[in-house]
């Protein structure tokens, strides 16, 4: 599940020489994971969630996040993403989410998660189902993506709209050959980078230059 997802990267990043913090919003004891957690060189927290819409949970999380000088917040299910998000935002961390699965919410719950995913920098569906799952519930805006890269300032973003379904078909113009595109992250709005019917891929923003590979 989305549990170990979380704990494969919590290894991941140890090894790779960062801190890892595991909050958990579960009252204590937290389970077998968090000795898992632990074994990985992670630190668990705990910051139990109260009953219903915990108001306090928010400050509370955003006030740990600054006295520990967290940089990234992930955030790997509904519950942490409508409260890990905005607490991550006011903490000025990097806020990412990974959608695992479906999520059919309705009522107050999705009201509360279409609102903590505008908080997220980056929000990462694991397949297109959940993709298009999370476009159909006004989680993320319309605007998608496969691979990309962010401009220096960070307010633009250059993507590749689709994955080739064969990347050394050279010379190919059918319907995949879709031009990389800049993305405003304000307001949306998309500008295509010129092109001749060519297949280019996997764009990187270097400065004030776009490089990508091109037939």
């Known amino acids: 599940g989305q549990e170990r997802v979380a704990l494969d990267l919590a290894r991941a990043q140890k090894r790779a020489g960062h801190d890892v913090?595991?909050?958990?919003l579960a009252p204590e004891p937290h389970g077998p994971l968090a000795d898992e957690f632990r074994a990985a060189g992670a630190r668990v927290v705990s910051a139990p969630k109260g009953r219903g819409v915990?108001?306090?949970?928010?400050p509370q999380l955003a006030a740990t996040f600054l006295l520990e000088r967290v940089e990234v917040v992930h955030t790997h299910n509904p519950q942490p993403l409508i409260y890990g998000a905005p607490a991550g935002r006011i903490a000025r961390?990097?806020?990412v989410h990974t959608k695992h699965g479906i999520n059919p919410d309705t009522g107050r719950?999705?009201?509360?998660?279409?609102?903590?995913?505008?908080?997220?920098?980056?929000?990462?569906?694991?397949?297109?189902?959940?993709?298009?799952?999370?476009?159909?519930a006004h989680e993320v805006p319309e605007a998608m993506a496969f691979r990309g890269s962010f401009s220096a300032d960070g307010a633009r973003l250059v993507v590749d709209r689709v994955d080739r379904w064969d990347v050394e078909f050279r010379n190919y113009r059918g319907g995949q050959n879709t031009p990389l595109t800049i993305l405003d992250r304000k307001t949306l709005d998309e500008t295509r980078l010129p092109n001749d019917r060519t297949t280019d891929t996997w764009p990187v923003w270097l400065g004030c230059k776009i490089f990508f590979l091109s037939d």
């Not at 913090?21 to 958990?24: D, G, I, N, P």
């Not at 915990?54 to 928010?58: E, K, T």
Request: net charge positive; proline share 0%; glycine share 2%.
């Open 109 to 136: 719950k999705l009201m509360l998660r279409r609102a903590a995913a505008r908080f997220a920098h980056v929000y990462v569906a694991v397949s297109q189902l959940t993709a298009d799952a999370s476009r159909a």
């Open 21 to 24: 913090l595991a909050f958990s």
């Open 93 to 95: 961390c990097a806020v």
């Open 54 to 58: 915990d108001v306090g949970l928010v």
